[in-house]
């Protein structure tokens, strides 16, 4: 009788500490205080100053999920990465209400406004399947940072939307096809591992010549089932377009030539694409176009967290 009022007081005082440390708990069995993503994401105060916290239990959320600008210090925790998933259908030739279509990015499973949102243990995906473009997650806020994460998809998978958008990305685990990681904020990907299927592109990013870093990638790993020299490292979707690779391991489904100009040669001018110290098979300095860069010693030391994120530091 003892033991078992030990275990009861036990039980219930871990209960109780685990509750006190997130603000929501969004669970579809009715055991938190939302059964669904959005109406937590709603419930989190405009403006506030301080972290909300949401603990998602495990469930494949189906819905289409907007952060708006105003739910600022959001920060999303999953149960378990695998078993936490976000998820909608939408494509960019879908139709919506208005016979229109919806467009690429009208297609997105998940909209992040705010600003300060941090996601950890979270599946974003899009399960339209491979029909065009068709977004798993749009961000746009400034100081998004993403750790343990997967974004599920084919084309466009990941959009970092945002025009002056800081984005970090650690440990996380990014899949598609073309163009799969594309868009203009300044984003950061470290030991991440970027999935190509089929055959495609990885990055377009469409960097403004107003800002000196656009995507870098640090020491991840570039994997996949791709037939081998099928992928691009990535092509300008914009004239400015920036993208480096540094310390990574690169698959055999990497092009000898490495980067694409998207058929226009005046973006050979513009573009900044570099690598520094490749390794894998997709690894070839000699082979890639003239037009690309080798860093040196010197250049790569101006690749740190604190220079390319503006003062940011996500790892604080």
């Not at 929501?24 to 055991?31: K, T």
């Amino acid at each position: 009788m003892k033991q078992a009022l030990l275990l009861f007081f036990y039980c219930a005082i871990t209960a109780i500490a685990q509750a006190q440390k997130y603000d929501f708990v969004v669970a579809q069995d009715g055991s938190g205080q939302f059964k669904t993503v959005q109406e937590a994401l709603n419930a989190v105060p405009d403006f506030r100053k301080v972290t909300t916290t949401i603990f998602i239990k495990n469930g494949v959320y189906k819905e289409k999920l907007n952060l708006s600008h105003s739910k600022q210090f959001v920060k999303l925790i999953g149960e378990d990465v695998a078993r936490t998933i976000l998820t909608f259908d939408d494509w960019a030739q879908r139709k919506n209400a208005f016979g229109e279509e919806k467009g690429t990015s009208g297609s997105s499973s998940f909209y992040i406004y705010g600003p300060n949102f941090t996601a950890e243990n979270i599946t974003f995906q899009n399960s339209a399947g491979p029909v065009g473009q068709a977004v798993a997650l749009f961000v746009a806020g400034d100081k998004a940072k993403f750790t343990n994460c997967r974004m599920l998809g084919f084309q466009d998978t990941l959009y970092t939307y945002g025009y002056g958008s800081r984005q970090y990305y650690y440990k996380c685990y990014i899949e598609g096809t073309v163009d799969f990681i594309f868009g203009a904020s300044t984003a950061v990907f470290d030991d991440c591992e970027i999935f190509c299927k089929k055959a495609g592109y990885i990055t377009a990013s469409s960097s403004p010549d107003t800002v000196k870093y656009g995507y870098v990638f640090m020491n991840c790993r570039i994997v996949g089932d791709a037939p081998e020299n099928s992928y691009f490292l990535g092509r300008p979707w914009r004239p400015y377009a920036k993208a480096v690779f540094l310390n990574c391991n690169l698959g055999k489904m990497i092009k000898a030539e490495g980067w694409d100009n998207w058929g226009k040669e005046s973006n050979q001018q513009t573009a900044y694409y570099a690598e520094y110290k490749s390794t894998g098979p997709g690894a070839n300095p000699t082979g890639r176009v003239k037009w690309s860069h080798q860093l040196d010693e010197k250049q790569v030391q101006e690749y740190t967290l604190a220079k390319i994120l503006n003062g940011w530091n996500p790892r604080e």
